[in-house]
């Protein structure tokens, strides 16, 4: 594993060999990392949407590491997602601490995601839970990627050690993009993203050949991407039922099984609120079982 140090104007010293040919050029790992700044801001919204709690998913660093060497230093307190990046060759691995997936799964469930989870396995159900956080970070990842090679991710493993994982060969180089995750209120911790070299350098050829395109190009990707995460918002949508006038006389004489009339006339559609404003009038309807609402008319101001 490569040592690091610290240098006297405070920035990480890191040991390198040039005598490896099969490293990645610097400008190659600046040019990744843009992309995967947009990665990490597109991660945080999604989450911090999703759980409704704030949610931060930070770039920290790239490394080129054998992956031997990274499992190593994976060994404790982390859960592994094994997913493919179609058509890419080889498979990646998410890395994020148990501790931390718990939490998120705590926040979809409407808790506040504060208890101490540590020393918890993962069962069964929780993994359940993991596997739509998982799959959301790791579509936000090839949406971002997109720009420069098309893929299709998909969620293929989970796994509590990473002795059952198995990507590459243990001597076969990898990048490793090392990231801080901030769950809420709790103390950021370390997460890491490895993917191996044969699919990172179809990236970077594609990122080269993307140079070619014109600047209009990219404002129009920029302005899509925009218009997509625009229409994945969560909205609250209220049925609303007409209101009608009371007494506090009239209030104070209510008692367990009496009936209010709602002033809803038969026929007479509901209205269809968002965020208070009126977008829509439905009729009662069933939908097998269940009760349900059906759009009649559209309302356009």
Same mark, same amino acid.
């Given at each position: 594993?490569?040592?690091?140090?610290?240098?006297?104007?405070?920035?990480?010293?890191?040991?390198?060999?040039?005598?490896?040919?099969?490293?990645?050029?610097?400008?190659?790992?600046?040019?990744?990392?843009?992309?995967?700044?947009?990665?990490?801001?597109?991660?945080?919204?999604?989450?911090?949407?999703?759980?409704?709690?704030?949610?931060?998913?930070?770039?920290?660093?790239?490394?080129?590491?054998?992956?031997?060497?990274?499992?190593?230093?994976?060994?404790?307190?982390?859960?592994?997602?094994?997913?493919?990046?179609?058509?890419?060759?080889?498979?990646?691995?998410?890395?994020?601490?148990?501790?931390?997936?718990?939490?998120?799964?705590?926040?979809?469930?409407?808790?506040?995601?504060?208890?101490?989870?540590?020393?918890?396995?993962?069962?069964?159900?929780?993994?359940?839970?993991?596997?739509?956080? +998982?799959?959301? /970070?790791?579509?936000?990842? =090839?949406?971002? %990627?997109?720009?420069? #090679?098309?893929?299709?991710?998909? @969620? $293929?493993?989970?796994?509590?050690?990473?002795?059952?994982?198995?990507?590459?060969?243990?001597?076969?180089?990898?990048?490793?993009?090392?990231?801080?995750?901030?769950?809420?209120?709790?103390?950021?911790?370390?997460?890491?993203?490895?993917?191996?070299?044969?699919?990172?350098?179809?990236?970077?050829?594609?990122?080269?050949?993307?140079?070619?395109?014109?600047?209009?190009?990219?404002?129009?990707?920029?302005?899509?991407?925009?218009?997509?995460?625009?229409?994945?918002?969560?909205?609250?949508?209220?049925?609303?039922?007409?209101?009608?006038?009371?007494?506090? +006389?009239?209030? /104070?004489?209510?008692?367990? =099984?009496?009936? %209010?009339?709602?002033? #809803?006339?038969?026929?007479?559609? @509901? $209205?269809?609120?968002?965020?208070?404003?009126?977008?829509?009038?439905?009729?009662?309807?069933?939908?097998?079982?269940?009760?349900?609402?059906?759009?009649?008319?559209?309302?356009?101001?």
């Amino acid at each position: 594993m490569n040592e690091q140090t610290t240098g006297q104007n405070g920035k990480t010293i890191r040991p390198h060999d040039f005598r490896r040919t099969d490293l990645l050029e610097r400008v190659s790992l600046q040019a990744l990392q843009g992309l995967l700044e947009g990665f990490s801001r597109a991660a945080s919204q999604k989450f911090t949407s999703t759980m409704r709690h704030p949610c931060v998913v930070e770039v920290t660093q790239l490394d080129q590491v054998t992956w031997r060497d990274l499992t190593e230093e994976l060994s404790e307190g982390m859960f592994f997602f094994t997913f493919s990046l179609a058509p890419l060759a080889s498979r990646a691995v998410l890395a994020m601490p148990a501790e931390e997936m718990l939490a998120l799964v705590d926040l979809r469930l409407a808790g506040t995601g504060e208890d101490d989870f540590s020393g918890r396995v993962p069962t069964e159900i929780d993994q359940a839970f993991f596997a739509p956080i +998982a799959e959301d /970070m790791i579509n936000e990842l =090839g949406r971002s %990627l997109a720009r420069i #090679h098309a893929t299709y991710p998909a @969620l $293929e493993a989970q796994e509590g050690s990473i002795q059952f994982v198995s990507v590459v060969s243990p001597s076969e180089m990898c990048m490793a993009i090392r990231l801080k995750v901030t769950v809420a209120t709790r103390e950021p911790r370390s997460a890491v993203i490895c993917l191996p070299f044969p699919m990172v350098r179809t990236l970077i050829s594609g990122l080269k050949l993307s140079t070619t395109h014109d600047r209009g190009s990219d404002v129009d990707d920029v302005v899509d991407d925009l218009h997509q995460r625009i229409a994945e918002i969560p909205l609250d949508v209220v049925f609303q039922f007409p209101s009608f006038v009371t007494t506090p +006389a009239q209030l /104070m004489t209510l008692r367990v =099984g009496d009936n %209010l009339g709602l002033g #809803h006339s038969k026929g007479r559609p @509901l $209205e269809v609120r968002v965020g208070g404003l009126l977008v829509a009038l439905a009729d009662i309807a069933s939908s097998g079982v269940f009760k349900a609402c059906q759009i009649k008319e559209e309302v356009t101001k």
